[in-house]
C-alpha cells in the first residue's frame, strides 16, 4: 500500500476503518504557471447499489460516478507520506497501522485497518517539516456510506498542543469537539478525497473520524 487514508457498520458498533491510505503531496512553492493537475492511482470501483434512504442535507455532497475535478499542485510533488510511521488514539482491532502508508486502498477486507467506535485519529510522522499542497484521503468504500466529523490538523508539536493547524473539518455540530467546520460531508467513493492545502509546513498530520 503506498499512497494514502479512513467505516463499515459492525453488528454492534461503527467503527473507524482506514483503508490503506493517507498522501500527503509536497513540494517547492511556485507560481501557478508551473502547476499540474493532481494524479492519483485510484482502487477498482466495488459493484454496489445505491440505498434509498441515503442522508441528504445542504452540506453533504451527494454520490457520484464521475471523477471529481483534479486539484493543480506544484510541478514536481512527490508522496511524503509513502511508507512513514503511523501512531494512533487506540489500537487497531483489525489490521495493521503500517497499511496506512503503504498506498493499497482496494475495497477489500485485508486492505482496511478497523478502529472501536466514537472518535478515533491516526498521526503520520513525515520525519521532518514538508511544505504540504494536497492531501488525499480514502476511508473505507466496500460501501456507500456518508463521511462525517472528518478532522485534518498538521502541526511541528507530536502532541498536537501546539501550532496546530486545521487543514479539513466536515463536523457540522462539534460532535467530534475540534468546533464547527464549513467543509463538506461526502460519501466515499473511490476517488477518496483529494484536499488542498496551500503550502503549510508541518512534519505531523493528523486525521481524526467519529464514523
Not at 503531496?25 to 504557471?33: D, F, K, Y
Not at 492511482?41 to 445505491?50: A, E, V
Request: aromatic letters at 6%.
Amino acid at each position: 500500500m503506498n499512497e494514502t487514508s479512513t467505516m463499515k457498520k459492525h453488528v454492534l458498533s461503527r467503527p473507524l476503518l482506514i483503508a490503506a491510505c493517507l498522501s500527503l503531496m509536497s513540494g517547492t512553492c511556485v507560481l501557478a504557471a508551473d502547476t499540474e493537475a493532481l494524479v492519483l492511482k485510484l482502487p477498482l470501483p466495488t459493484l454496489k447499489g445505491t440505498p434509498e434512504d441515503l442522508p441528504k442535507g445542504p452540506n453533504i455532497d451527494a454520490p457520484s460516478d464521475e471523477p471529481p475535478t483534479p486539484l493543480q499542485v506544484p510541478k514536481g510533488v512527490v508522496n511524503v507520506a509513502a511508507g512513514k510511521p503511523v501512531t494512533s488514539s487506540v489500537s487497531p482491532f483489525f489490521g495493521d497501522l503500517k497499511q496506512i502508508t503503504d498506498g493499497d486502498k482496494e475495497a477489500i477486507d485485508r486492505d482496511a485497518v478497523e478502529f472501536k467506535k466514537g472518535v478515533q485519529w491516526v498521526q503520520v510522522d513525515l520525519g521532518a517539516p514538508f511544505e504540504i499542497h494536497a492531501v488525499a484521503i480514502w476511508h473505507d468504500h466496500r460501501a456507500i456510506q456518508s463521511i462525517r466529523d472528518v478532522v485534518i490538523q498538521v502541526s511541528d508539536d507530536p502532541e498536537f498542543k501546539t501550532g496546530v493547524a486545521t487543514i479539513y473539518n466536515n463536523d457540522t455540530d462539534n460532535s467530534a469537539g475540534f468546533g464547527v467546520g464549513t467543509d463538506r460531508e461526502y460519501f466515499e467513493m473511490k476517488f477518496g478525497r483529494a484536499i488542498p492545502v496551500k503550502g503549510v509546513k508541518a512534519r505531523y498530520l493528523r486525521s481524526h473520524t467519529r464514523g
